[in-house]
């Protein structure tokens, strides 16, 4: 590793996605480009003061700067998936993730449930938006909105669940450029959220609980008499499931079966993947469907699973490019500050993949930290290396303190 460093690698996948974004002025590409490195180059804590200190320009530049509302994150993060997730099964996978912060003045502040916590607690809520790619298991975000608060929802007369599937709906044109299917976890299994999903053209991937009512489709032949043809026979027992109306398949530690199914709850017919765990027993399964009922129960199993790499986007950017770390209480600064640092690791992961080194956030972090203030100091003590000379101790330099993937 020499001057061409990943620094600079990440700068050029940052510059390059750029491009695909219309209308950015100069003095915006300046100070975003500039932005976008320090989310990965400041060590500590990632906020308008740590960026005046770390950057290019004042506290005050920054702060006005990211109250851009017309910047398409949406347009930059599709350039990055597209170039860097190389599979043929791809799938928008939607997920909430709740973020810390206090005070009174800060938008849509309310109680929303931490999955980390295992409870409600007083924040802001976020729901990402990623593609994940099946084949190769990875997943990169195309963007974040904030979820409103309780009190915003009453008033606008709409659940959450509603909120959520009104979103995707509203900008369902550009989310079906990258895949017409929407994975998501049990919580988005509700008729309330499939029926609008399905009505604008998206499949729905998620999973039922475990006392879901599901029943077989008929094997009888239509009549020919006036009335609704039936369209299922009794309830699925799965305790002891009718393995002569299943295909079977062997999973990952466990056995996995695939039927078409009626759903009680969504008023449709679904395509079912039933998993058992090996140990046998009965009384413990898992069931996850699609909408889509040409789909094969392995395929089912294998997007769902793929599902938790966005949890992964959100853990990395809550750790190391500081997710939760936004000094402001305007709607606008927040919603580009999420977004950054969610693109901060989908940038991460572009570069490390072009240099083709394994993927760490943290010894990532640490070689553009390193490479950031080594350059540094050359520009501010207005020095002119001998380049010979330092290419031999910079991949010392830059690797310092960076571990093993």
């Known amino acids: 590793m020499t001057r061409e460093s990943i620094l600079m690698q990440y700068q050029s996948e940052s510059l390059e996605a750029l491009k695909s974004v219309a209308n950015i002025r100069k003095p915006f590409e300046k100070v975003f480009m500039d932005a976008m490195k320090l989310f990965m180059a400041i060590p500590g804590r990632i906020n308008f003061l740590q960026m005046g200190r770390y950057g290019k320009f004042s506290e005050q530049t920054y702060r006005n700067h990211f109250e851009n509302e017309s910047f398409d994150w949406f347009s930059f993060n599709e350039h990055l998936a597209g170039k860097h997730l190389s599979g043929s099964r791809k ?24 999955g980390c916590a295992g409870e ?17 298991r990875e997943c990169m975000t195309l963007g974040s909105v904030q979820t409103p608060d309780a009190k915003t929802l009453d008033n606008m007369d ?10 995707l709906v509203k900008g369902r044109e550009r989310l079906q450029r990258v895949s017409d299917i929407v994975v998501a ?20 991937i998620s999973r039922f609980r475990n006392d879901a009512v599901l029943f077989y489709p008929t094997t009888e032949k239509p009549t020919g008499r006036r009335g609704r043809p039936k369209l299922y026979d009794g309830p699925v027992d799965f305790s002891r499931i009718d393995t002569s109306r299943c295909t079977e398949h062997e999973a990952d530690k466990g056995k996995l079966y695939g039927l078409k199914a009626w ?31 040409t789909q094969s129960a392995v395929d089912i199993l294998e997007y769902y699973r793929t599902r938790f790499q966005l949890e992964f986007c959100f853990r990395d950017s809550k750790q190391y490019a500081g997710i939760t770390n936004c000094q402001s209480t305007d709607f606008r600064k927040l919603a580009f500050h999420f977004n950054a640092s969610l693109t901060a ?7 490390c993949k072009r ?6 956030i943290s010894s990532c972090k640490s070689m553009i930290h390193n490479a950031y203030m080594l350059e540094r100091f050359i520009c501010v003590f207005g020095i002119r290396p001998d380049t010979t000379l330092i290419d031999k101790i910079f991949k010392e330099l830059i690797l310092f303190t960076a571990r093993a993937a």
């Not at 928008?92 to 449930?113: A, C, E, Q, R």
């Not at 709409?158 to 979103?167: C, E, F, K, P, T």
Request: with cysteine; proline share 5%; glycine share 8%.
């Open 91 to 114: 799938a928008l996978v939607v997920d909430p993730s709740y973020i810390p912060k206090s005070g009174k003045k800060t938008p849509w502040t309310g109680y929303f449930w931490s």
């Open 120 to 136: 409600y607690k007083r924040g802001l809520e976020i729901m990402g938006i990623g593609v994940i790619d099946v084949d190769n």
């Open 158 to 167: 709409r659940s959450l669940v509603d909120w959520y599937a009104g979103y």
């Open 185 to 204: 976890d049990a919580f988005f299994s509700k008729s309330t959220f499939v029926t609008p999903m399905c009505d604008s053209g998206f499949h729905v």
């Open 263 to 293: 759903s009680k709850a969504l008023k449709r017919m679904v395509s079912l993947a039933v998993w058992y765990p090996d140990e046998g027993r009965t009384d413990k399964w898992q069931l996850y469907f699609s909408t889509d009922r």
């Open 345 to 351: 690791i989908n940038l991460a992961k572009a570069a």
């Open 355 to 360: 240099m083709g080194i394994p993927y760490s």
